[in-house]
């Protein structure tokens, strides 16, 4: 009897080896839902470390025009591109020129900007060639071409005393006779053109009351607008766009939204007197050190009657500037949904940054994000941005880059893509050919050198055409700046960006049920374990 109740006793021994046996295998589903919901989590940090999207260039970028003549120095700049509606293939470029004399350049594409012809500008008007030139095409393919003439003030130099505007049927092959839309003392002439109302067109411009030499002689010049609903042949009287107690106003640049909405954005630069005024006689040094502020102002009435926004009035100068071609804000609208962006340069890290902002109506504006993915405060620069916004809602911004030349003056021309609304930006791809010197161009002698008041982009759904001043074939004595471009094509987001929210997620829950279950089962095996 006692060698059977022996018999069904438990080993002492073997017990805890069993339970150090289960012990070691029951934790194991916990440990792969840990894994799993840890991979979940890697899936969201290497995502939102992905591009957005990728790019690529489409050949090289070279000077638009290939100058056959090695006398030909002048410096191009300030480019806009636009496209034909009816046929998107056929593309124009207006750019000034600002030496050897102030003139100005137009340039036609009929395959989509892979080549270009430089075609006759308007006819001289006073003896003196157009200038400070700028393009629009309308929804019934017209092109409209603006530019102002310049005369003689006391003292010597040029200001503006008109503004015109010429039309082309043929794309800019020939133009119809100018029409005089302004006159004396227009700055900052900007063109747009309805797309949805035919001969619709509105001009944008500083109207100032004296000027003399290089700035203002006074404070008050306000931003006005005026309209053309006859294709550019009358014009109505302007109207006064930016608030009166606003005394230096700036820069103006237009936008339409797909209701209609005309938007026109500014700089009030404030106290900033030194470069107003231009009592820095074109010189360079250092930037003003107070702020300016973006304005938007939007007219629902045809440009009738205006409200303005502030976007920003923390934005902090990175350079002087010369009062008849200041940097301008880049304004684009997204043209399914209504969404405004606003790109400009700020140094409030300390050097130049290119930020964008957006509102959804024109009234209400984000933050400003940081578009440059170089390291912050690295004592480079990155600046003057246009913006794009292609028909599916992709939002391009390409600008000046001094990343890689740690004495800041080396440009590189860089391109980025967000596929979010501009909330995130994908890396940069680099759209010049070679870096080339920020330091030729016209005021080159006085150290304060226009590399223009903006660069030229047309977004499409495909891709992105750039267009900006290159100084690769100049030097400082020639003060030569050529129009280089690069074709980019821009492909859509990652799968991995695109569909990590759930690919992410799925790794955690199933990791987070594996973790439960498992602490359920050892849990459950321990008490039934107990003596």
């Known amino acids: 009897m006692s060698g059977s109740s022996a018999g069904t006793e438990p080993d002492a021994d073997s017990e805890p080896r069993t339970l150090k046996r289960e012990r070691r295998r029951l934790p194991v589903l916990g440990v792969i839902g840990i894994l799993l919901m840890a991979s979940g989590a890697s899936v969201f940090v290497v995502a939102a470390r992905l591009p957005e999207g990728s790019g690529r260039l489409v050949g090289g970028n070279s000077p638009i025009t290939r100058d056959p003549n090695a006398l030909d120095i ?13 046929n998107p293939e056929h593309l124009a470029i207006a750019a000034r020129v600002d030496s050897p004399r102030f003139s100005c350049v137009l340039h036609l594409s009929t395959d989509g900007g892979a080549r270009w012809v430089e075609a006759a500008t308007p006819s001289e008007t006073e003896g003196v060639a157009c200038f400070a030139p700028d393009a629009s095409f309308g929804g019934d393919g017209r092109l409209y071409f603006t530019y102002t003439s310049f005369g003689m003030v006391e003292g010597g130099g040029r200001v503006p005393n008109a503004v015109w505007v010429v039309t082309s049927s043929d794309g800019g092959r020939t133009f119809e006779p100018p029409q005089q839309a302004s006159g004396p003392l227009a700055f900052n002439v900007r063109l747009t053109a309805d797309p949805a109302r035919a001969k619709r067109v509105y001009l944008s411009w500083v109207q100032a009351s004296g000027a003399a030499g290089f700035g203002f002689t006074g404070v008050g010049n306000p931003v006005v607008v005026s309209r053309s609903d006859d294709g550019g042949q ?5 109207r006064e766009v930016s608030n009166p107690k606003r005394l230096r106003v700036v820069a103006p640049a237009m936008a339409t939204g797909p209701d209609g909405t005309l938007y026109a954005a500014y700089l009030d630069v404030g106290g900033d007197v030194l470069d107003y005024s231009g009592a820095h006689e074109g010189r360079g040094g250092d930037p003003y050190a107070g702020k300016w502020s973006i304005v938007v102002a939007r007219s629902s009435d045809d440009g009738e009657t205006w409200s303005e926004s502030v976007v920003d009035a923390g934005v902090v100068p990175s350079r002087r500037f010369l009062a008849l071609f200041p940097p301008s804000p880049s304004i684009a609208v997204d043209q399914r949904s209504g969404k405004l962006y606003i790109g400009f340069q ?23 994000r940081r578009v440059n993915d170089s390291k912050a405060s690295d004592g480079t620069s990155q600046y003057l941005p246009a913006l ?20 800041d003056r080396m440009n590189e021309v860089s391109l980025q893509s967000s596929f979010d609304g501009g909330v995130s930006f994908e890396r940069r791809l680099v759209i010049s050919d070679r870096a080339f010197d920020s330091e030729i161009g016209f005021g080159s002698d006085r150290g304060l050198v226009e590399m223009g008041s903006r660069l030229g982009l047309l977004s499409t759904r495909e891709g992105a055409l750039a267009v900006w001043a290159d100084t690769r074939a100049g030097t400082r004595e020639t003060a030569k700046q050529d129009l ?4 980019v094509a821009v492909d859509g987001p990652s799968a991995l960006k695109e569909y990590a929210p759930l690919i992410g997620g ?10 439960t279950v498992g602490a359920r089962r050892h849990r459950r095996h321990r008490r039934r374990s107990q003596p």
């Open 484 to 487: 280089a471009r690069a074709l």
């Open 346 to 368: 700020d140094a409030r890290r300390g050097d130049a940054d290119v930020v964008v902002w957006s509102s959804p109506d024109g009234r209400r504006w984000s933050s400003p």
């Open 388 to 407: 794009g916004v292609a028909p599916d809602g992709r939002l391009d911004v390409v600008y000046y880059d001094r990343r890689r030349d740690s004495r």
């Open 234 to 238: 009358t014009w109505a009287k302007p």
């Open 74 to 86: 002048r410096a191009r700049n300030s480019p806009s591109v636009v496209a034909d509606p009816k």
């Open 506 to 515: 799925a790794l955690v829950g199933v990791g987070a049920v594996a973790t």
